[in-house]
Every structure is written in structure tokens, then in C-alpha cells.
């Protein structure tokens, strides 16, 4: 089982930063493949970004934060971050981190479907205020 835990959210002013993390459990960390997602009110959850490990590592960004928001990891803290600069309101949701242990082949292609993922943190409140 693994568990993990957001951290850093808060409430912001447009064009502010934050920084996210998610402290994860287990042995095995550095072989997820880890993703943000966002949920606005009223919104469907939102893929942001996501992070592998296979052949270098990969990232793939929303569009809608891309040049904005920047994934890394720190395997040795069992952590992955998220820095968000230039924030806007409509960045304003819960953020959420999620753990994939499926395999690279079928994550590679779906890594932005939320159904991937098979374990999730209990989110983390973002407000960008304007």
C-alpha cells in the first residue's frame, strides 16, 4: 500500500508561486510514475502534469500550465514537487498527486487519464486570488 501526502497549498495572489509536495510511503518510490491533477468546484478532475522514471525520466504538461508549473522528484526524500509561478485564478482547485504503478508502455500512453493512477493523496487546497 502507498500513502501519500500533499503539502503546500495555500491561498495566493495572481502572478504568485507556490511550491507542492507529496511525501510518499514505500519502498518502491522511485519506480512510479507520479502525476498532479487538479479539481475545480463543479469541474471534472484535471490532469496538470506527470513524471516518470523510464529511460531518463519524462514529463508531460497540461497546456494549460505549461511554462508555468515545473515537476521534479527527489527519490531519496520519497518526494515529488510541484512549483507553480505565475499563478491565475483559474489555477484555483484542489491538487491532487497520484501514484502509477502501471506498466511504461500502458502509462506512457494514458498518463493523463485518471484512472491510471492507483493511489491518490487527499488534495490540497490552491486560491489565486486576483
Known amino acids: 500500500q502507498v500513502q501519500l501526502v500533499e503539502s503546500g497549498g495555500g491561498l495566493v495572489q495572481a502572478g504568485g508561486s507556490l511550491r507542492l509536495s507529496c511525501a510518499a510511503s514505500?519502498?518502491?518510490?522511485?519506480?512510479?510514475?507520479m502525476g498532479w491533477f487538479r479539481q475545480a468546484p463543479g469541474k471534472e478532475r484535471e490532469f496538470v502534469v506527470s513524471?516518470?522514471?523510464?529511460?531518463?525520466?519524462?514529463?508531460y504538461y497540461a497546456d494549460s500550465v505549461k511554462g508555468r508549473f515545473t515537476i521534479s522528484r527527489d527519490n531519496a526524500k520519497n518526494t515529488v514537487y510541484l512549483q507553480m509561478n505565475s499563478l491565475k485564478p483559474e489555477d484555483t482547485a484542489v491538487y491532487y498527486c497520484?501514484?502509477?504503478?502501471?506498466?511504461?508502455?500502458?502509462?506512457?500512453?494514458?498518463?493523463?487519464?485518471?484512472?491510471?493512477?492507483?493511489?491518490w493523496g487527499q488534495g490540497t487546497q490552491v486560491t489565486v486570488s486576483s
Open positions: 497520484a501514484a502509477s504503478v502501471q506498466s511504461p508502455r500502458y502509462y506512457s500512453s494514458n498518463y493523463y487519464v485518471p484512472n491510471i493512477y492507483d493511489y
Open positions: 513524471y516518470n522514471t523510464w529511460g531518463g525520466g519524462s514529463t
Open positions: 514505500g519502498r518502491s518510490f522511485s519506480t512510479y510514475a
